[in-house]
């Protein structure tokens, strides 16, 4: 099995993706999750370039790794001093680390018009600072920017660089395909002449960007010309277009073309430590991302949905298990009978295809569907519709009414809107009041009051996404609208929605839902431990 050695860049390349920023303690984070997940080398940064990545290294001594090497990451020398004297190499011994990354030209035009100096001056610099860093006990990665360019305008000169790199004693020549427009095939040429002339001396590596949507394609078939080690970012994310996206090529070269690069037990934290990240980032995960996304696994024809019941192998390349993700099931006018079976039976058991109350079901979902719902993206409310249809439903309150009503401009607290409420629960009127930041705050306040004293746990309810879609633009101000709610407890998440013309209306539905999913699953819950 040929080995890859997987280079993550997030915490140095990715961070130059827009809108992104790491703290100390993030990029701390994000290396114990790297290291959890088995990549051979995390990128942690320029240690000469500012004082959070200076500080970062400080710290990073502190921890325990298991599997991944920390790397420093710097340029060559300045052309007009010598290594002693380069500050950046200085800043980049301090960090302590085993591994470095240097990165040099090997494009002549950007020699001679970025750099400003000879061809010959540039593979001085590059063999020099090598050559001085390998003196120092270190392991030398050496990143061959713009090479793929270099390659194609001025060949000769882009395999002297690399060959000057190979004569200070680099470890590892990483191709850099910096501008991120090269073809496939442009790649997998370009990395096999570099591994037939060097690849008996030293490793050969892959650093590819997205700007022509082809990152992974162009990893892979570097690996394919000979490469073993493969550099990106985790999640894709970065500069312009973004990097190579390492949780696609990972799961790639280990499922399916017979490498290694994670420890095999660690396949199953993929889609975890992917979100982890994501997480720490403040990135929402891009839902349709391979392997790792939420709707990666994500089957919604009904066609499909029955084919994949009776064997998953019919539209799945692999097991969503494999990389620690779920199969979904996505509820729709077009999910047809097994889909409905296949959610129902979750909670009665006896209703099978022939039942009759599954036609039903599927007309009550095409109705609400052709009105603006749409249960594929909140199962909680399917739910909430299905027991309603089979008479497993009972409803925790009965509304008499809501008003709500709103100030501008706003008071000094930031407070706006009031919602006044009355409702029975458990035989009893309940009238209550919220005020709070929009009038949906204010009303979800006065449910919350008139509910928790017989219902305590909705204490535990946290909104934590709210989004209004509108679903005909053309009655402008009067038009319809989609409301969906994310709730959690802490320990779970589910989605709710409402539609209707007035906004409030369709929040109030699916702020019922969301409480009432709640209340549900804790009272069933409480049956189950006494059974």
Known sequence: MKKIDIFDSTLRDGSQGEGISYSVQDKLNIVKALDELGVSFIEAGNPGSNPKDMEFFVEAKKLSLTCSKLVAFGSTRRKDLSCAEDANLQSLLSADTEYVCIFGKTWDFQVTDILHATLEENLEMIRDTVAYLKGKGKKVIFDA????????????????????????????????????????????????????????????????????????????????????????????????????????????????????????????????????????TNIALDTGMPY??????????????????????????????????????????????????????????????????????????????????????????????????????????????????????????????????????????????????????????????ALETAYPVVSQIHLTDYKVRVLDGKSATASKVRVLIESSDGADKWTTMGVSSDVMEASYIALVDSFEYKLIKDLEKKFAKLL
């Open 145 to 280: 920017e713009h090479f793929f360019t270099g390659f194609s305008e001025n060949e000769d000169y882009a395999l002297k660089s690399l060959g000057a790199a190979v004569e200070g004693g680099a470890d590892c020549l990483c191709l850099c395909e910096t501008k991120g427009g090269a073809m496939p095939m442009q790649c997998f040429n370009a990395t096999k002449t570099v591994f037939e002339k060097f690849g008996d001396k030293t490793q050969v590596g892959i650093h590819t960007h997205n700007d022509a949507g082809l990152a992974v394609a162009n990893s892979l078939l570097a690996v394919e010309a000979g490469a073993t080690h493969v550099q990106g970012v985790l999640l894709g994310f970065g500069e312009r277009t973004g990097n190579a996206n390492l949780s696609t090529i990972i799961a790639d070269l280990q499922l399916k073309m017979g490498c290694s690069c994670i420890p095999e037990e660690n396949m199953k934290n993929l889609t975890p430590i992917c979100k982890r990240v994501a997480e720490i």
């Open 292 to 449: 790792v996304g939420s709707s990666a696994f994500a089957h919604k024809a009904g066609m499909h949905i029955d084919a994949v019941i009776k064997n998953p192998f019919a539209y799945e390349h692999i097991t969503p298990e494999t990389v620690g993700n779920e199969r979904v099931f996505l509820m729709s006018e077009v999910a047809g009978r097994s889909m409905i079976i296949e959610k129902v039976q979750k909670f009665d058991k006896t209703i099978n295809k022939s039942s009759p109350i599954v036609q039903e079901i599927v007309k009550r979902v095409k109705d609400l569907e052709h009105e603006g719902y749409q249960f594929e993206g909140a199962d909680a409310s399917f739910e909430i519709l299905v027991r309603k249809t089979i008479g497993k439903y009972q409803p925790f309150f009965n509304l008499h009414y809501y008003k709500t009503s709103g100030e501008f401009p706003r008071f000094a607290d930031g407070q706006c809107a009031f919602c006044q409420m009355k409702i029975d629960v458990d035989g009893k009127a309940v009238v209550s009041a919220g005020e709070g930041d929009g009038p949906v705050n204010a009303m979800d306040i006065a449910l919350r009051k």
